[in-house]
């Protein structure tokens, strides 16, 4: 079989990194077509992934619109000459309408439900949407539900084991640390909505520097007064960091799930909401949702006096992992046993 993915975010190449290598060791052929945002293309050379690079972001709704335009090409393109059985993708519309082109079925992969716009682009096209059973939206017949979560394709201790020379590297084996992730809600489904501000960042900053070092992930250019050490981490290390953190505070929704999943405390400050976040933090308790940050200060004030935080963290996290599947397996099977 050979396998065609549309990658269009670093947390897709996470997604996706088992699946294709088990793919490889099934004798299945997989390119992946990747966009050119943030440290993606970083990610796949690290782990060796087969890719060809895709369009690139470009600012303002009318370069998004033409890049759809640009990418559906591309892919158009580079499918006449791969000639894939199969196009898989994270809810992508130019995979959807390519598929449509090169005659060929399109399978998708959601959990994000306010990507409307996104939805109702690929929707029509796509015989089948995977989404976890806490997807909270309904899309009909083609929508099958399992049990887990995206970041339990590369975050399941099957998959993953934290590596503490990561930590050493940098000088925080015996430390308590946090990692911050700030956003630019640039995405198609983030258009119109605002985040932590530069204050509130520079605010945030300050309550922990006092209680530890500072691991800041932003997407932003504008950088922050208060915070001064700066840590040289390579993109493929970021969840060995996670698993250590005493605690992870933003507005990255991926980054939260990330972090709950391995047992970190995770607040996660947003507008925005779904299903995963709402059943992290209701059945587990994992995660502690907000939708501004100074609504979530006296949470953090709080977990930071607690002395056996990662202790609590990790009972919440072994009763998530008892009720949730390897999603890599799921993901493998989903694509090769479909009726192509």
């Known amino acids: 079989m050979h396998i065609l993915i549309d990658i269009n975010h670093p947390g897709q190449v996470h997604l996706f990194k088992h699946p294709v290598w088990e793919w490889q060791k099934l004798g299945h052929e997989v390119l992946i077509v990747a966009r050119e945002k943030d440290v993606t293309v970083e990610l796949l050379e690290a782990y060796k992934l087969p890719f060809v690079k895709g369009t690139s972001r470009r600012p303002g709704l009318l370069n998004l619109g033409l890049e759809l335009i640009r990418k559906t090409a591309l892919l158009v393109k580079i499918a006449r000459r ?34 409307i716009e996104q939805y109702w682009l690929y929707a029509p096209v796509t015989p089948v949407i995977y989404t976890p059973e806490s997807f909270n939206r309904e899309l009909g017949k083609k929508q099958l539900r399992y049990a887990g979560y995206h970041e339990l394709a590369y975050l399941h201790p099957k998959r993953f084991t934290p590596n503490l020379e990561v930590l050493q590297g940098l000088g925080l084996e015996d430390k308590p640390f946090f990692v911050v ?11 119109g909505q605002v985040g932590i501000s530069q204050t509130e960042a520079e605010e945030l900053v300050r309550i922990l520097q006092s209680n530890g070092e500072i691991i800041l992930s ?18 493929e290390h970021i969840h060995d960091l996670l698993a250590f953190a005493t605690m992870y505070i933003g507005e990255g929704g991926t980054m939260a799930t ?5 047992g970190t405390p995770s607040i996660y400050i947003s507008p925005l909401s779904s299903g995963n976040w709402e059943e992290l933090a209701s059945r587990y308790g994992l995660v502690h949702e907000y939708r501004k940050l100074e609504e979530a200060v006296p949470r953090i004030k709080e977990l930071l006096a607690k002395a056996d935080l990662k202790q609590e963290w990790e009972k919440k996290r072994n009763k998530m992992l008892e009720e949730k599947i390897d999603v890599t397996d799921f993901i493998v099977k989903a694509v090769t046993e479909f009726d192509v």
């Open 258 to 262: 990330e972090a709950a999943v391995l």
């Open 218 to 235: 932003s997407e932003r250019d504008k950088g922050l007064k208060s915070f001064n050490r700066q840590f040289e981490i390579a993109p």
């Open 181 to 191: 992730r700030l956003v630019s809600f640039e995405a198609t489904h983030d258009v």
């Open 82 to 115: 791969f000639k894939p059985d199969v196009f898989v993708s994270l809810g992508s519309p130019p995979a959807a309408w390519a598929s449509v082109i090169t005659r060929k079925p399109h399978i998708t992969f959601t959990d994000t439900e306010h990507s």
